[in-house]
């Protein structure tokens, strides 16, 4: 291609809107326009970028046995009342009619179709496992579109669904998989980690998240250098730290009553006053003792299918913070959210701040399983301005719901190794899923087995975010002049620039050269434009090309 010819717009000033690298460059080099809040067109340069790393892919899930096959981006709203996920999508999901007034969706992902296609085309066990993939856009109406082509209304990717007919197939698939996602984003020189992750709205249960190690990315992780552990916060498991010695901590020496998981005594209950004492810190303080011995009381409304909705108060540890998203998988709710202070006024008599776990009959309470190994605990006692000390947990409230509910942080303990865990930023790139029976259940996809008994098909999910990857590659390969594209995706690999296009033997080496390099199978841009030498360089340089003759 001669730049003469093409159409390549590049900005010669950062865009406002550009926020971090990836969105500022890609605007600057003329991969993409911004048409509205969150969508994008993308140009040719943007496109080719686009195709080698959706190639890529291709490549290797075809390596895997993957079949493609093109879905359609507006859906039936059938199958997603079927499964639940019309209304648990929310706000999210792009829903419209069309002229018979038949609802239809924009599909942001497309477990409802798939399930469906392979429902009605399989039914023996014959013919399974099969894998089938698509890549294609999605819509997700995203309340806070941000980052460019990071998180935008629209975008492209690639799912693969797994279809088997065991829980041992099922796992031989997810492998196959994860072999793959890892060939996939080394071929496109990202530095990345697969992390244990939460399912979130796709559902199932066991899911990895490939992440893309940026400061700029949205999502946090924790890492062990020694064991290699690597979670999502949302999904980190919590390990208590190892107890300090009786008296260690704070002045808790001033009140061995006040206790620690290693008190032999369990002292009566005893209400005190804590006046102007709303937060753990401030009771801590004005009790003189360490907020290791508090726990708090978090309200949160959790609803769920058929508008059913519960109170519900989650215990943790005074010095932690809840993690809600595993709140919100314990419960299995559509969705939980913060109670009102009303709520909370009506069921304990209290505001915030004084609440607790001591005589709650009205709320369901989930509590932190690392509580019940802390004697003469201190926790709100529904009136306002005081506290109960001495609380037992096993002997004074409700611990028939015990999970692991804390969010976890760097410096926190590995649960696999006891070792300290590191903190890193990320952009998820990719996931893997295990559906199980998740849809086919809901869909009716099933099989005869070899007895001939009908059983539901098991599935799996996995998803690579194409336009996503792209920005992250860029995140992680440039400078502050410009994009340093690795190879394997790189728009073009080589940029031939006459230096001055007046200069008959400058354009005649330039143009034997160009010809010469696309013979050997080189793609490579010929910058025969009519423009200063600086601007031709700065603008090569700009683009990242690998190679610049």
Request: proline share 6%.
């Amino acid at each position: 291609m001669k730049m003469s010819r093409g159409f390549f717009p590049t900005l010669r000033e950062d865009p406002a809107e550009a926020q971090i690298p990836s969105h500022r460059l890609m605007l600057r080099a003329g991969l993409i326009r911004r048409e509205a809040p969150g969508v994008y067109s993308l140009l040719p340069l943007g496109i080719r970028a686009v195709q080698k790393v959706a190639e890529i892919v291709r490549q290797e899930m075809d390596r895997q046995g993957g079949q493609e096959i093109m879905m359609p981006l507006l859906s039936p709203a059938e199958p997603w009342f079927q499964t639940g996920r019309w209304q648990d999508y929310g706000d999210e999901m792009f829903r419209l009619k069309d002229r018979a007034g038949k609802l239809l969706c924009l599909a942001p992902t497309h477990e409802e179709i798939i399930t469906g296609l392979v429902r009605d085309a399989v039914s023996s066990y014959k013919q399974l496992p099969v894998l089938l993939y698509h890549i294609g856009p999605k819509f997700r109406d995203e309340i806070r579109p941000r980052f460019g082509v990071m998180r935008s209304r629209e975008f492209l990717m690639k799912d693969l669904y797994s279809f088997d007919t065991s829980p041992k197939g099922l796992e031989a698939s997810y492998q196959k998989m994860f072999e793959a996602y890892q060939r996939i984003f080394s071929r496109c020189g990202l530095n990345f980690r697969p992390v244990e992750a939460d399912p979130g709205t796709i559902g199932g249960s066991g899911s990895h998240e490939f992440v893309a190690l940026s400061e700029y990315g949205e999502s946090t992780i924790v890492t062990c250098d020694k064991c290699g552990y690597a979670a999502d916060v949302e999904k980190a498991e919590y390990r208590e730290p190892v107890p300090e010695p009786p008296g260690a901590g704070d002045g808790e020496a001033d009140r061995p009553e006040a206790g620690s998981p290693e008190a032999s005594t369990r002292a009566e209950v005893e209400k005190v006053a804590t006046p102007g004492a709303h937060t753990i810190a401030a009771v801590a303080e004005f009790l003189g003792i360490s907020a290791r011995i508090t726990a708090k009381t978090l309200f949160y409304r959790a609803v769920y299918p058929g508008d059913r909705s519960e109170l519900v108060a989650a215990i943790v540890p005074g010095e932690r913070d809840l993690n809600e998203w595993k709140l919100h998988s314990y419960l299995g709710a559509v969705s939980v959210e913060k109670a009102a202070a009303t709520d909370v006024m009506a069921e304990t008599g209290a505001p915030f701040g004084s609440a607790g776990p001591v005589g709650l009959h009205g709320a369901r309470i989930i509590t932190d399983r690392s509580l019940p190994k802390v004697h003469n605990l201190v926790v709100g006692a529904n009136e306002k301005g005081y506290h109960f000390i001495n609380v037992d947990p096993e002997r004074d409230f409700d611990i028939s719901n015990l999970t692991d509910l804390v969010l976890v942080h760097s410096g926190d303990r590995c649960p696999v190794c006891g070792e300290t865990l590191g903190q890193a930023q990320g952009i998820e790139v990719g996931q893997l899923f295990k559906l199980w029976t998740k849809y086919s259940d809901a869909l009716g996809c099933v099989f005869l087995d070899e007895a001939g008994n009908s059983r539901p098909v098991i599935m799996g999910c996995y998803g690579i975010g194409i336009t996503r990857t792209v920005a992250a590659i860029i995140e992680q390969h440039h400078d502050a002049d410009g994009i340093i594209w690795p190879h394997s995706v790189a728009p073009y690999d080589a940029i031939v620039t006459c230096v001055n296009t007046r200069d008959g033997a400058q354009v005649d080496v330039a143009e034997r050269v160009y010809v010469a390099l696309k013979e050997a199978g080189i793609a490579t841009l010929l910058d025969d434009r009519d423009e200063r030498a600086g601007v031709k360089f700065k603008d090569a340089h700009h683009n990242g090309f690998p190679v610049r003759v």
